[in-house]
């Protein structure tokens, strides 16, 4: 292509200079990644042609531009190349000229992601059956789901699933099982899943299954709830955490390449906008359950641009919150602080990786990732899973998998279909078997199988169906 | 107040919105409650954060609070915030605080004869957009002698130009074919007189929608003895209190029109005529129609169309309904009756979830 073309006429030229284009929604189609941005021109080239060089690169790109609007940089060794080119001087029409001549009024963007809102969902009904999409995932996931279908069997709970076994590792990896989950997922807006693993060989495919998922979805909030169970000591007791994690950029954006045979740029994205989505949802959340602090996790003396934006968004965001405190705390000092006392927070923010590693540190203080259960949230969806994503390979098929997660997710997703007194019942049957005691998987443990924790829990639903 | 220099993200998360709720004095946080009940049986994904004021307090953090909340929100649906006029001029009311610190510049009050309630005069159906911030509300009076005080009523080109295009746009999509604008220039040659020349510059991007206008003590006359001639009107802010109140009275009474402002980021909805309603507080004998058609307005925003038809068809069906009428239609019914009748509507003729498979 006209890459290909640049780099085989000026490539023989000495010291040539590369000039790496990056765009983060570029990449992210399959298409414009196999035409990669890697462009060799050397400085004897004089400035005009090189600018229309560019120019013309960013027009042979713009069929795919053109759907997803994203910033462009120019990176180049040399400082005197170092432009950011946005794309609105290439004239893509009409997404950015001025407003139209009127606006109607009132009408802030409901989802920031606009160009994926479906159709409006048809009301539903206090006394109607709910679809929900269920993907099991791999690992242990079939067995958990297994044991929230027995308990809402068992509950007669008004929800009907919608299975899709999708796997990258299994041979079921296709793009049409992915396309199948995503519409289903669209119609029903509300899913349960489990973890699907990430091989860790490249296979040509940078973004997993659930890295896509998300950014399809946009499920940029994933909230952890981490909440000691009463009746099961820890070291620490009676915590009550919650944690909020950005999904679908920071060091996730699935942006690596080697420049240099030897040397590997793996791209962190922090972008202005998603770091005050995610604060305005955390800020949000905590309003919503009548929390008293929000605490912003960030690594900016080292990354002072990147999470440096993080903090100036969560900073802002916070202003328009007196009543929430609003705190901020290194990642390493906040690993060390939850482990020594982890009372002190309530609340927590932070970017992706952050994210994940804190929430499996909290998930370990309160007993581990069959405990945790946790949800992700985008404007219009909402994605019930564990807190802490392992596919726990090694127990499958021995029936020692603790579904204590899924369940009291899978009572979550209930109070968020508005079905409350299904939910309640669903978390107070677990936390009463876990309160006992008698019964207890082998993490918490116990000797109990998972057959025996389910068939405890539905022994102990309140709700008989006549 | 500062001015929000950026709009922050939107407040829906996994299909639910965020709407803050201000329950008011009087018969708002009764009625409010109703709403909320029903939107629970509904499963409106809808979420409210409730923000009291407490109207006897002099201090202004219940306010700000309140403005913070809607800023973050978006949206709100409020009941009256009642005004003591015991105290000093400097205590500004309060709702008029919400409405200039937003800038909710378009109040729009949909008067429309519902079948099933008899008045007086038949097939009205006028929308009237009101201009919402300045005028005679502009809370500027002073008392330079004493004995006389002078009272600043400020019209301004820029906000007469604002809500003219609102006006002459909102005809349009909805096709309606004739604006009236309501004045007194002949009185107020240079106030008025502004407010109607940029009605008329505004008119004439619109050729298709016929402008006329018309002084407001004719305005009401007409109101009075033939309602059905009028189509849209626009008017500054005190004018469009008392035609408002002379429509709502026209069409069953203010328990029955609900209305919305909206500004260029915000919208705020509540009843059409603003009634405390002290004396009818926690009597059960209000009347909730105003109050529901509003949340149906606010669903309507939230472009959650499917559950505001499906409101506003069994609040129609019930309000035609000459037993369930309360006591400002004539009736004995009482509020918790008529709410329990609008769900039962809901529950026999809503759609199932399943049956959309």
């Not at chain 1, 955390?282 to 934006?309: C, E, P, Q, S, W």
């Not at chain 2, 008329?200 to 002084?215: C, L, Q, R």
């Not at chain 2, 705020?268 to 105003?290: D, L, Q, W």
């Amino acid at each position: 292509m006209f890459c290909s073309a640049v780099q085989g006429e000026f490539g023989r030229l000495k010291r040539a200079e590369r000039f790496v284009l990056r765009s983060s929604a570029l990449l992210q189609t399959q298409k414009a990644r196999t035409c990669l941005s890697e462009v060799n021109l050397s400085n004897k080239i004089p400035n005009v042609f090189r600018s229309c060089l560019l120019s013309c690169f960013f027009l042979c790109f713009s069929p795919s531009l053109l759907t997803s609007y994203r910033y462009v940089t120019v990176v180049g060794k040399h400082p005197r190349y170092k432009i950011a080119v946005f794309l609105h001087i290439c004239g893509f029409g009409d997404r950015v000229s001025g407003p139209p001549r009127f606006q109607p009024l009132g009408a802030r963007a409901l989802s920031l992601t606009a160009a994926q809102s479906s159709a409006e969902a048809p009301p539903a009904r206090a006394d109607s059956t709910f679809k929900v999409t269920m993907v099991p995932g791999d690992g242990v996931g079939p067995e958990l789901m297994t044991a929230v279908k027995e308990v809402f069997k068992a509950g007669d709970v008004p929800v009907e699933f919608e299975e899709f076994h999708l796997s990258e590792v299994q041979n079921m990896a296709s793009e049409d099982k992915l396309d199948q989950v995503l519409t289903s997922m669209k119609g029903n807006r509300v899913a349960i899943k489990g973890k699907i693993h990430t091989p860790m060989e490249y296979k040509g495919e940078l973004a997993s299954y659930e890295m896509r998922l998300r950014r399809k979805l946009d499920l940029f909030a994933n909230v952890v709830h981490v909440n000691s169970l009463p009746g099961y000591n820890t070291r620490h007791n009676n915590l009550d955490l919650v944690i909020i994690r950005e999904q679908t950029e920071g060091e996730y954006s699935s942006l690596e390449h080697e420049s240099v045979k030897g040397v590997i740029e793996c791209l962190k994205i922090i972008t202005r906008e998603k770091s005050r989505r995610i604060a305005k949802f955390a800020f949000d959340y905590a309003t919503k359950k009548g929390r008293k602090k929000v605490t912003a996790v960030h690594k900016a003396n080292i990354m002072k641009l990147g999470d440096g934006l993080f903090l100036q968004s969560c900073a802002e965001i916070a202003e328009l919150y007196p009543k929430i405190k609003y705190e901020n705390i290194i990642i390493d000092n906040c690993c060390m602080q939850l482990v020594q006392n982890p009372y002190q927070f309530d609340v927590l923010v932070m970017p992706n990786l952050y994210g994940n590693i804190i929430d499996n540190l909290a998930a370990g203080l309160v007993g581990g990732a069959g405990v945790v259960p946790g949800e992700s949230y985008s404007a219009e969806y909402a994605v019930f899973e564990t807190g802490a994503r392992h596919p726990f390979a090694q127990a499958v098929g021995r029936n020692i998998a603790n579904p204590t997660a899924m369940l009291l997710s899978a009572a979550n997703m209930l109070r968020h279909l508005n079905l409350e007194y299904h939910s309640n019942m669903v978390s107070e049957a677990v936390k009463k078997v876990i309160k006992q005691g008698k019964v207890r998987t082998r993490d918490l443990g116990g000797y109990s199988t998972t057959s025996d924790f389910v068939r405890a829990v539905v022994a102990n639903l309140r709700y008989r169906p006549v | 107040y500062p001015p929000l220099t950026t709009i922050p993200p939107p407040a829906k998360y996994g299909g639910r919105h965020t709407v803050t709720l201000i329950p008011g004095d009087g018969i708002g946080p009764e009625l409010l409650t109703h709403v909320r009940e029903l939107f629970r049986f509904c499963c409106v994904p809808v979420d409210f954060e409730i923000v009291s004021i407490d109207s006897k307090s002099t201090s202004d953090d219940d306010m700000n609070n309140a403005i913070t909340a809607i800023r973050r929100n978006g949206v709100a649906l409020k009941g009256n915030i009642e005004t003591n006029h015991n105290l000093p001029p400097s205590h500004i009311s309060r709702n008029n605080i919400l409405r200039t610190s937003l800038d909710l510049y378009a109040n729009v009050i949909h008067c429309q004869t519902l079948p099933g309630v008899r008045t007086r005069h038949r097939d009205v159906d006028i929308i009237i957009i009101r201009e919402n911030t300045e005028g005679e509300y502009s809370s500027l009076e002073h008392e330079n002698v004493p004995g006389v005080v002078e009272c600043l009523k400020i019209i301004t080109r820029k906000k007469s130009l604002r809500i003219a295009e609102y006006a002459f746009n909102a005809a349009r999509q909805n096709g309606r074919r004739r604006v009236t604008a309501v004045h007194k220039a002949n009185i107020m040659k240079l106030g008025d007189g502004l407010f109607l020349q940029c009605c008329k510059e505004v008119a004439a991007g619109y050729p298709e929608i016929t402008f006329d206008s018309m002084i407001v003590d004719n305005t009401t006359m007409q109101l009075v003895s033939k309602p059905q001639q009028f189509d849209v009107m626009v008017m500054p802010n005190l004018y469009g209190s008392v035609i408002s109140n002379v429509c709502a009275g026209l069409v069953g009474g203010p328990g029955l029109v609900p209305g919305a402002n909206y500004g260029k980021d915000y919208a705020v909805f509540e009843t059409a005529t603003r009634n405390t309603g002290k004396s009818i507080a926690n009597k059960n004998i209000a009347n909730p129609t105003a109050t529901l058609l509003a949340s149906c307005l606010m669903l309507d925003h939230l472009r959650l169309h499917g559950y505001a038809s499906m409101i506003r068809k069994a609040i129609l069906a019930t309000v035609s309904e000459t037993r369930l009428h309360t006591a400002d239609l004539g009736g004995q019914g009482t509020t918790s009756e008529v709410v329990q009748s609008v769900m039962r509507e809901i529950e026999s003729k809503g759609p199932r979830t399943s049956e959309q498979i």
